[in-house]
């Protein structure tokens, strides 16, 4: 199983729907979690943190769920603006101090 | 300026040439990467530095070199360079204590 892993998509939803992602890990012991979102050809953006609590950004929403060993992120009213691809990342702490990408969900919003 | 700047944006290479991708950072942190972005293959660790004396290999080390010239500058050079190693590459760095990476805008190798 790989450390982690994301459904590559692409997932094409139109304007003011809600969509989700889901992100697996396979270290328990894993320490951090967050999102990054990339535009085409440009650098990864860190876009929030994911605590176990879970958190909310404006539109944004990130959970945590630690028995089931996956993060997920959730955008509601899709703007034309919120494509792009989105990476989920996973810092393991001892051993490795690192973080572990997945290879990112792309995401459409079409008019 | 940003943050983290990586030289050059882009390059194209001959086969068997050596090559140095260059990264500064602005942001006074410690640990430094060097990353590679293959479509469909995501983001993979070449190597890692944890200040100026420490360097580890990542997930895809081989033909790969680093070198960590100051706490600011983080080096990844291409020995011999081939086609394979076709990609986009990113410099990032984090904190000590911190792992929110901060990256820089990439370079576009294209070896020919």
């Known amino acids: 199983r790989k450390e982690v892993e994301q459904d590559p998509g692409p997932f094409n939803v139109p304007e003011g729907a809600t969509v989700a992602f889901n992100c697996t890990y396979s270290n328990s012991a894993s320490q951090s979690f967050f999102w990054y979102r990339q535009d085409c050809r440009k650098e990864p953006k860190l876009l929030m943190s994911v605590y176990s609590s879970g958190n909310e950004d404006g539109r944004f929403t990130a959970q945590l769920n630690r028995a089931s060993q996956y993060i997920s992120l959730l955008i509601r009213d899709s703007k034309l603006s919120d494509s792009a691809t989105y990476l989920c990342?996973?810092?393991?702490?001892?051993?490795?101090?690192?973080?572990?990408f997945g290879k990112g969900t792309k995401l459409s919003v079409i008019p | 300026d940003a943050d983290v700047t990586q030289t050059p944006r882009n390059r194209i290479t001959k086969t068997g040439k050596r090559i140095m991708l260059e990264c500064s950072q602005t942001?006074?942190?410690?640990?430094m990467y060097w990353y590679r972005q293959d479509p469909g293959l995501g983001l993979r660790l070449i190597y890692y530095s944890f200040d100026v004396k420490d360097i580890n290999k990542g997930e895809i080390s081989d033909g790969y070199s680093v070198s960590r010239q100051a706490q600011a500058k983080f080096s990844l050079s291409l020995e011999s360079a081939i086609p394979n190693q076709t990609a986009l590459y990113f410099c990032?760095?984090?904190?000590?204590?911190?792992?929110?990476?901060?990256f820089g805008s990439g370079t576009r190798l294209t070896v020919v």
């Open positions: 990032a760095t984090s904190e000590i204590g911190g792992v929110g990476y901060t």
């Open positions: 990342a996973v810092f393991s702490g001892a051993g490795s101090y690192q973080l572990t």
């Open positions: 942001k006074g942190h410690d640990r």
